[in-house]
């Protein structure tokens, strides 16, 4: 009976046996935490001098410090040990004592960026005048800007250093402050947002066209010479419509006349009137042709009668020719 009274006393005055706080574990006072750990605003945590790995609080190394002994130490913060040192995570610089945010990096008030980054919409970019190249900001040099200083200067958007200034790259050209796709002539030059017509061309009802008074020969636009005018420069110049290029004047070719500011029609060209034919010809079943009573030989309508002695005369040389080779 003695025995099972002091069982009972012994239930009821003896503190029962608390188990020892983890790590982050709530502790109080009367809740301790494990001999590891300290009790830090109600949680149990590691010192200010250690870092929690594994499941125990190591010795925290400061920056570049020896980072060997894996048992007992490890690098605090976010570094990482680097060739036996404390470094700072690839892409991240050290300062004001810590590892900031890279480029393109997270960031937040108290996640800063490396200094020459700043926090735009939570990520570390590079402030609106200038560009990240090589792992640095570098100013942003505008189209048509000196481009010489690569250190810290680079030409913005898609701009290229061509012979030190920033120019659109090849096949593309700049317009509306920014390189668009450069359209070949006659190509198409509906998509406006992201193309345009190459060198001088311009989009007419949908196509890329030499101006009115230009016109496509050698892939380029050359200025259009009018009748009768000089046509001697023709690196620049050449002949409008289908003039041709004679003793440096721009002229109608052979077997047509200059009509109401164009060439007319040649023998047997198509015509609706006679004014379309040039002045020797008739307009006969929309052709022109030679007035009755003539003949077309070298150019020219001849009378019937000349025509015949014209051919009369070369059926003799041919004749003679033949005889004397006899």
């Known amino acids: 009976m003695a025995i099972f009274l002091g069982l009972i006393l012994t239930a009821l005055f003896v503190a029962p046996v608390l188990s020892e ?50 048992a007992t130490t490890t690098c605090a913060d976010s570094f990482q040990c680097v060739e036996n040192k404390c470094k700072c995570p690839d892409g991240k610089k050290y300062e004001d004592e810590t590892c900031k945010g890279a480029y393109d990096d997270d960031c937040t008030v108290n996640v800063p960026c490396a200094d020459q980054f700043e926090c ?44 030190n200034k920033c120019k659109c790259p090849d096949g593309k050209k700049y317009e509306d402050e920014t390189c668009k796709v450069a359209v070949a002539y006659d190509g198409n030059c509906t998509d406006t947002a992201t193309t345009t017509c190459a060198g001088s061309f311009l989009c007419v009802e949908n196509k890329c066209k030499c101006p009115n008074d230009k016109k496509y020969v050698d892939e380029t636009c050359k200025v259009a010479v009018a009748y009768d005018g000089n046509c001697t420069d023709t690196v620049t110049t050449t002949c409008a419509g289908s003039f041709q290029c004679v003793e440096n004047k721009c002229k ?37 042709k030679c007035p009755d009573g003539k003949k077309y030989v070298d150019t020219i309508c001849k009378d019937n009668a000349a025509a015949a002695f014209t051919g009369s005369i070369f059926l003799t040389v041919a004749i003679i020719s033949i005889k004397m080779l006899v």
Do not use: H, M
């Not at 640095?136 to 012979?163: H, L, M, P, R, W």
């Not at 009509?259 to 023998?267: F, H, I, L, P, S």
């Open 21 to 70: 706080g983890a790590y982050d574990d709530d502790c109080t006072v009367n809740v301790p935490c494990a001999d590891q750990f300290e009790c830090v605003e109600a949680k149990c945590k590691c010192s200010d001098d250690k870092k929690y790995v594994n499941e125990t609080c190591k010795i925290a190394v400061a920056y570049d410090g020896n980072c060997t002994d894996t």
């Open 252 to 288: 109608c070719s052979d077997g047509k006349r200059y009509v109401n500011e164009t060439c007319t029609g040649a023998y047997d060209d198509d015509c609706t009137t006679k004014a379309q034919c040039a002045d020797q010809f008739l307009c006969v079943a929309n052709k022109c």
């Open 120 to 163: 735009v919409e939570a990520k570390c970019k590079c402030s609106d005048d200038k560009k990240y190249v090589n792992e640095t900001c570098k100013i942003a040099v505008a189209y048509d800007g000196n481009c010489t200083d690569t250190a810290t200067t680079t030409c913005a958007d898609s701009f290229q250093c061509v012979e």
